[in-house]
């Protein structure tokens, strides 16, 4: 089993910066895929980023250039770093941990942008 502890989430007014962590615990797999996913009210849980073992990132189009994701292997820690907020980008992020053999989430992590 694996644990995903997610913090970092808030409100934060349009053009503001934001940054998520996910914290993996329990049986930890070196070569696992981590992503971060968001799901819109009403919408499907949609990736936003991933980040292979090795580091090798792919971001939804939407995100990319404004959002970062990385990780530290050594933590077991995966990061989003997300500027240039938008309204849209509203929406409850879920971490996501692959073993290759069992996929895990985290409870979700609430983001919503404002004024």
């Known amino acids: 089993q694996v644990q995903l502890a997610e913090s970092g989430g808030g409100l934060v007014q349009p053009g503001g910066s934001l940054t998520l962590s996910c914290a993996a615990s329990?049986?930890?797999?070196?070569?696992?895929?981590m992503a971060w996913y968001r799901q819109a009210p009403g919408k499907q849980r949609d990736m936003v980023a991933t980040?292979?073992?090795?580091?090798?990132?792919n971001y939804v189009d939407s995100v990319r250039g404004r959002f970062i994701i990385s990780r530290d292997n050594a933590k077991n820690t995966v990061y989003l770093q997300m500027s240039s907020l938008k309204p849209e980008d509203t929406a409850p992020y879920y971490c996501?941990?692959?073993?290759?053999?069992?996929?895990?989430w985290g409870q979700g992590i609430q983001v919503t942008v404002s004024s």
């Open positions: 996501y941990y692959n073993t290759g053999l069992r996929i895990y």
């Open positions: 329990g049986s930890i797999s070196s070569i696992a895929l």
């Open positions: 980040i292979t073992s090795r580091g090798v990132t």
